[in-house]
């Protein structure tokens, strides 16, 4: 008990007790008291994902656009949805556009066109993963790892849309 007495003897007569705890601010910088909280999204992110998710649950499996084969069409769509659910948070919070995720060609002979968008190219695939310049997925073939290039899409002649901007 001695030594409680003689702390609180030295606050009394104004001395220092060794006590820091009021200073605890001048320790601790702004940017370490900024919770580190995954999965919340800049709003910019936030709102494309929101459109990205109303997108693709707008479109039917069983009704394809443009000139899609049904069975094309079904496993294009369940690929949107991997992508959807598995990195689609990721790549909006590091700048990838509808287009680079689900793209495809406008015009009406979409499954003609060899490119489109990370989900068309996986044809059953599987993303590995994915940062703030390209895409790296497997596709269901021996061997079958590949990439897709953010922006990518862009830079063709072609016009892309994301997939729910096609006609049925």
Excluded at 8 to 14: C, I, S, V
Excluded at 15 to 28: Q, T
Excluded at 94 to 112: K, N, P, S
């Amino acid at each position: 008990m001695g030594h409680w007495l003689e702390l609180a003897n030295r606050l009394e007569m104004g001395k220092d007790a060794g006590d820091n705890r009021d200073d605890r601010d001048k320790r601790v910088s702004e940017e370490a008291n900024v919770p580190n909280v995954s999965n919340v999204l800049p709003p910019l992110a936030h709102n494309l994902l929101s459109e990205w998710t109303k997108g693709i649950a707008s479109l039917n499996p069983d009704i394809p656009c443009g000139s899609y084969p049904p069975a094309r069409w079904r496993q294009f769509i369940g690929d949107c949805h991997k992508v959807l659910d598995g990195f689609a948070m990721d790549a909006a919070s590091i700048g990838w556009t509808a287009i680079d995720l689900f793209g495809v060609a406008r015009e009406g002979a979409c499954y003609q066109h060899p490119s489109g968008g990370l989900a068309w190219r996986l044809h059953g695939g599987n993303v590995i993963k994915i940062d703030a310049d390209r895409a790296l997925y497997r596709l269901p073939l021996p061997g079958g790892n590949s990439s897709c290039a953010k922006g990518f899409l862009n830079r063709l002649c072609n016009p892309f849309v994301p997939v729910w901007e096609l006609q049925p």
